[in-house]
């Protein structure tokens, strides 16, 4: 499905964000990027749908090389890719159905996504979407009434409905409570295995990635390092990604994680503070 | 710690250091610039006869001002003040519509570098040149009359609302304007969806500001010729028809806190 070789990203800065980074993801699996802050997460899955223009290598979606496209061929292309942020990235001032259908404008013209014409095909895809991710009953809230975790629902809705063969997913629970972080990852894997999509999420929490993804890339200083099971991440290995440290202590705070989401409160209330601020 | 303990005995001076560390240059500058003063004072020349006559004439001026005239040019001033609100309204109108295209193009986030220097030039011209200024030229280019004030409006208008308009294009969140392009919108879908949601408000409020703004200088425009309320009060106050003039002021004095008011009280909402 994604095939990625020898990618390589210079800023203009003369930061090297990657450094020759080799990946395939195939067909409806979901793969799981973790790796320091700066080591190029970030700017390698912006790379695929050339948000960020690589310096050298080739991609290839499907029979596509995505690098070797025009602006207009792109814009085709990206369509295919959907794309879930950390904050969300929503438009605050317009309603859950418009942002939620913002995820056709590649496929519309101008004037019917000036008039918010959307076809009916399309308008009753959104409404589906919306069921299916829990957020019915607020068709017509503005985004910037939302909690954390319901933005980010509006977020996936988004991408889905672009109907895409992959989804680069950019630290989604970054900005979430624990219990919220396992409902969106449960909530992005299940989708993946229902539609057989491709995706590729960057995510910091380790053990919340070991809990939902079968296979785990780890990068570092953008070249990868591991990739495998999240079995096969043992302390040496954890150290190779990140550098040295107690892994085996982060393991108990791990456990104090999991006992946080037993605590009976529930909390979108952080939720809505983390994203208020 | 030994050390601090055992030195309060001997207490240190501190002062603020000078801002010019050299006493000579410091005093010399500043006894340079109070000779300057002195001069440039003595240099503006003062004739106490001159000044006598347009204290007398002021007087007069006073006394006349405070009897206001509305009734026996009232004709003429409602055909200023209608003639001022309608370029008011036309200039405003036409030079947000320029403005808008203009300020996109000279957000630096949003387009390319030579886009972006033909734009910001266009609202450094416009801004450059004070209203009479852009007033006199367009009146030699198109005779007296509301014409030459309409267009003068409208091109500060544009000056205006498209700078500040970039700046706030300039301030958007980017996340949204990445997650847009990330769909395969291309460049005016990104616009609609990605920035004119965050900016809308903002650009009602910025209209309804220069609105007002218009209204009072198409008053200023009028004195050079270029129609309106300002217009009438030229003609009046070289007919020394000061309590006519005084009508006059005292109009464009409501007219411009009304809009002001009304004005204030929309931008508040829209908060």
């Known amino acids: 499905m994604l095939r990625i070789e020898k990618l390589v990203k210079q800023y203009p800065t003369g930061d090297r964000a990657l450094r020759g980074v080799d990946l395939m993801v195939p067909e409806g699996e979901v793969v799981a990027l973790i790796g320091p802050s700066g ?7 912006r790379c695929v749908n050339r948000l960020v223009e690589p310096t050298s290598g080739k991609i290839w979606l499907r029979d596509t090389e995505i690098t070797a496209l025009s602006a207009r061929r792109l814009r085709q292309v990206r369509r295919r890719i959907g794309m879930i942020f950390q904050e969300y990235a929503l438009v605050e001032r317009l309603t859950v159905m418009e942002n939620v259908l913002s995820g056709r404008l590649g496929y519309v013209n101008f004037w019917q996504s000036w008039f918010r014409r959307f076809p009916q095909h399309d308008v009753d895809q959104a409404f ?23 933005r980010q629902r509006v977020g996936i809705a988004r ?7 992959m989804l680069l997913v950019d630290e989604p629970t970054a900005s979430l409570d624990p219990k919220t972080s396992r409902q969106i990852m449960r909530l992005i894997t299940e989708l993946a295995r229902e539609r057989g999509l491709a995706v590729i999420i960057n995510i910091h929490d380790v053990p919340l990635a070991q809990l939902f993804v079968k296979r785990i890339v780890g990068l570092r200083a953008g070249e990868i390092v591991y990739d495998g099971p999240p079995e096969g991440l043992t302390p040496e290995r954890l150290t190779d990604i990140y550098g040295e440290e107690d892994w085996g202590a982060g393991q108990a705070v791990a456990g104090a994680d999991s006992a946080q989401e037993m605590d009976p409160e529930p909390s979108p209330i952080f939720a809505a503070s983390t994203s208020n601020a | 710690m030994a050390e601090l303990t055992a030195s309060p005995v001997t207490s240190r001076r501190w002062r603020k250091p000078p801002l010019i560390r050299n006493p000579w240059l410091r005093w010399g500058l500043l006894i340079g610039a109070l000779i300057y003063l002195a001069v440039a004072i003595s240099s503006v020349p003062v004739d106490d006869a001159r000044i006598a006559r347009g204290l007398e004439r002021g007087g007069r001026m006073i006394s006349s001002f405070l009897r206001p005239d509305f009734a026996s040019r009232w004709y003429d001033i409602q055909i200023g003040v209608l003639e001022s609100l309608t370029m008011t309204v036309v200039s405003t109108v036409a030079g947000v519509l320029l ?11 949003l387009v390319s570098a030579p886009i972006y220097l033909a734009c910001r030039s266009i609202i450094t011209i416009s801004r450059t040149f004070q209203e009479v200024v852009i007033a006199i030229v367009f009146v030699v280019m198109f005779g007296f009359g509301p014409l030459a004030g309409v267009c003068t409006l409208a091109f500060a208008t544009i000056g205006f609302m498209a700078k500040l308009l970039a700046e706030d294009i300039e301030e958007i969140d980017p996340a949204p304007l990445e997650a847009i392009r990330a769909t395969g919108a291309g460049w005016l879908k990104t616009v609609t969806y990605a920035v004119m949601p965050q900016v809308s408000a903002r650009l009602v409020g910025l209209s309804v500001y220069r609105f007002d703004i218009n209204l009072r200088e198409s008053a200023i425009v009028g004195i050079v010729g270029a129609g309106g309320i300002g217009s009438t009060l030229q003609t009046t106050f070289n007919r020394y028809d000061y309590d006519v003039a005084a009508a006059i002021l005292l109009i464009i004095i409501v007219l411009v806190m009304t809009t002001e008011l009304v004005s204030g009280h929309i931008r508040r909402r829209l908060q």
Not at chain 1, 39 to 45: E, P, Q, R, V
Not at chain 1, 128 to 150: T, Y
Not at chain 2, 99 to 109: C, K
Request: charged residues 25%; glycine residues 12%; negative net charge.
């Open chain 1, 159 to 165: 991408a889905l409905i672009q109907s895409p063969d």
């Open chain 1, 128 to 150: 589906a979407l919306l069921e299916r991710v829990g957020l019915s009953d607020f068709v017509d809230k503005r985004a910037d009434e939302l909690s954390g975790g319901q």
């Open chain 2, 99 to 109: 403005s808008v295209p203009v300020g996109l193009g000279a957000a630096r986030n």
């Open chain 1, 39 to 45: 080591a190029g997460k970030s700017t390698l899955i």
